[in-house]
């Protein structure tokens, strides 16, 4: 089994930036990519960025137009969100994935096995 478990979330004010990490434990040679995504109220979960461990290939979501960087430890199972010039429609609750294989898209989340509780990101105008 694999835990993974996200920090980093808070309260910010609009255009400021914000860095959520996750950290993999347990068996975390079955974990070769990463992803983030987020659920806000009412709302369903959407797919945010993605990396792929060994190689570092990262994937968005169009919305992060370039605001939101991935990118992982060469040393640990972990994976790390910055996020720019935050919006209040990013607010949401951030969850944290990992999987050993992805078999169709990145933006799945059907294609991860393991997911963390997720951290809180909340942006104030």
């Known amino acids: 089994q694999v835990q993974l478990r996200e920090s980093g979330g808070g309260l910010v004010q609009v255009g400021d930036s914000l860095s959520l990490s996750c950290t993999a434990s347990g068996r975390t040679s079955s974990t070769f990519h990463m992803g983030w995504f987020r659920q806000s109220p009412g709302k369903e979960r959407e797919f945010v960025a993605a990396?792929?461990?060994?190689?570092?290939?990262?994937y968005y979501a169009d919305f992060v137009k370039g605001r939101f960087t991935i990118s992982r430890d060469t040393d640990a199972v972990m994976a790390h969100l910055r996020m720019n010039d935050l919006e209040p429609e990013d607010t949401a609750l951030y969850y944290c994935?990992?999987?050993?294989?992805?078999?169709?898209?990145?933006?799945?989340?059907?294609?991860?096995?393991?997911w963390g509780q997720g951290t809180q990101v909340t942006v104030s105008s």
């Open positions: 994935a990992g999987a050993k294989y992805i078999w169709s898209e990145y933006s799945y989340a059907a294609e991860y096995d393991y």
């Open positions: 990396i792929n461990l060994s190689f570092g290939t990262t």
